[in-house]
């Protein structure tokens, strides 16, 4: 966690005390501090703030790199006349900053920081989109990203309450993590939409007899002063974003993303007025906090115009007013598909939601459309079923979700996965230690999808739809390679394309891919023209890999 934190507090007297169970230094004039690359540091000052209210004070510093790019680092206040400069970087050597404030005391103060060149804790970096392949998610360090998300809306609630630790929270993490998933899509901060009034969702009556379950409607957990019901929006509640640093900074040491959405308007949250100076002050301020991770990929808000409070302008608005904050680069997307589309020049990737039964047609058509950006679908209706009725969506069956997975990446697009306890307000972070008529979730079958994905990466092939005839396909580029999708209820695969109609017929080798066990078939080799059945057939979808 960040040095596992590694925070380091500079005193303005320049001596340097740590918090307990960090390493302790002393600063040195010209002495720089040490960090590996993309780790995170945090340099701490003391000082009084100048207004009433320290969230709205200006406090910065200019980075300077070894190799003299400069970025604008903003600070954050952290309660108790503390200010924070948060920053990573993955240029190695000697940083410089100098910082500007309103603050005297905070005022063209100077320091080094010195980045190896060993990543932290074998870390490769944030997630970028290069030029030379824009349609992919590439970590910094040039390693393909095939994003596999997992959702968790309630993941800062599930230790919240834990001053010890994060037991829960690692838990769930090093499950997921096991099984392939390497993001988490959550918000920033998210109520229960079960209190509504109106009574649209109902609570599952068996979680009365497992509240360990429930984490939605909590009270004591805000932003800002006060509480969801009575909000006080003159302050921010600085001890919430100390308990989220602990789950995004564990994210980073386990590398994996945090899809952060900095807004949720379906879920009661009693939010300031749009433009309001409380609004700006708890939008800037999550900009400012969290954007020195490597592992953040922001999103404005989840489903930001479906629930008529905000419109294009304002969202448009929240979009450079995130790049302003922003120093780090992080990725920037909107979860709102009708933005995306009329505004994709605002946005670094395409963010998807379908429900739609023709899930690949719409994801190809998006493929086609956006030939310069990655697409994220970010929902596509499939929840797989747990032991609480939570919110459907509208397919559950594990092997079905499972299914709408694939089809969003054979269309070149990448998906997230859903579980019904894990997605909303219910988490049970440990599903495989649930009594036995517990429902478990097949997360297996996600661990098997990425470990075909990582022998096969997806950055090296392109839809193919029109080369199979009952599911889908997939050409590597500049090869005659191919892999195609097969449904279970495919009796057999025709590919008579893949062999040369002279009398030399050339050789083309095969196998296939159970996607519900991962196991491989042996490797064959066809000398005729000939049709290929999968060994599962009527069992389990598969996916022939073939080549010449």
Known sequence: ???????????????????????????????????????????????????????????????????????????????????????????????TYKTTSAIAALNNKVGTVEVSSTAYNNVKGAIEIPKHDSRHFY????????????????????DYKNSDGLPRTTQLLNTIKENGFNQVVMNVYTFD????????????????????????????????????????????????????????SLMHDKEIVSHLMIYVWNKLVNWPDMYSEADDMYYDYVAKRYGAFPNIMWDVSKEALFYGRADDDYILERLRRLR????????ITVHDYGFCKR????????????????????????????????????????????????????????????????QCIFAGAYST???????????????FEQPEDFYQPKFEYFKHLTDFFTKYPITD?????????????????????????????????????????EKEIKPVTSKWFNTLTGEYSKE?????????????????????????
């Open 524 to 548: 064959v080799t066809a000398t005729k023209k000939q049709d290929f059945v999968s060994p599962w057939e009527g069992e389990a979808d598969a996916i022939l890999v073939m080549m010449k």
């Open 417 to 431: 996965y859903y579980w019904q306890a894990a997605a909303w307000n219910v988490i049970i972070w440990n599903p």
């Open 343 to 406: 505004h994709s020049d605002e946005v670094d990737y395409i963010s998807r939601q379908t429900w739609n039964l023709a899930l690949y047609q719409d994801m190809i058509s998006d493929y086609r459309k956006f030939k310069n950006k990655p697409i994220f679908n970010i929902e596509h209706g499939g929840y797989e079923k747990s032991p609480y009725y939570v919110f459907p969506g509208s397919y559950t069956d594990a092997a079905y979700c499972l299914k709408r997975n694939y």
């Open 324 to 331: 302003n904050q922003n120093p780090f680069d992080r990725t």
């Open 1 to 95: 966690m960040m040095k596992k934190l590694n925070l380091i507090t500079i005193i303005l007297c320049f001596s340097l005390t740590l918090s307990a169970g960090i390493k302790h230094e002393k600063f040195k004039n010209k002495q720089a501090i040490n960090i590996d690359k993309w780790e995170v540091l945090d340099i701490t000052f003391k000082a009084k703030a100048s207004k009433q209210n320290p969230f709205t004070e200006q406090f910065d510093a200019v980075f300077t790199s070894p190799s003299g790019n400069k970025i604008n680092v903003p600070g954050f206040y952290n309660g108790k006349n503390e200010w924070v400069l948060r920053f990573s970087a993955k240029e190695k050597g000697i940083w």
């Open 193 to 248: 939409i079960n209190l509504a009034h109106n009574g649209e969702w109902t609570r599952d009556e068996k979680l009365k007899n497992h509240p360990e379950h429930d984490f939605g409607g909590d009270l004591e957990i805000f932003p800002f002063l006060g509480n969801n019901e009575e909000p006080d929006y003159s302050m921010l509640n600085v001890e919430f974003f100390k308990k989220l640093d602990r789950t995004i």
């Open 139 to 158: 970590y910094e360090d040039g390693t393909p990203y095939s994003l596999m998300a997992f959702e968790c809306d309630w993941l800062y609630a599930l």
């Open 461 to 501: 092939y392109e839809p193919s739809p029109h080369r199979n005839q009952s599911g889908y396909a997939m050409k590597k580029n500049g090869e005659e390679q191919y892999l195609f999708y097969v449904p279970k209820e495919t009796y057999q695969f025709r590919a008579q394309f893949m062999f040369d109609s």
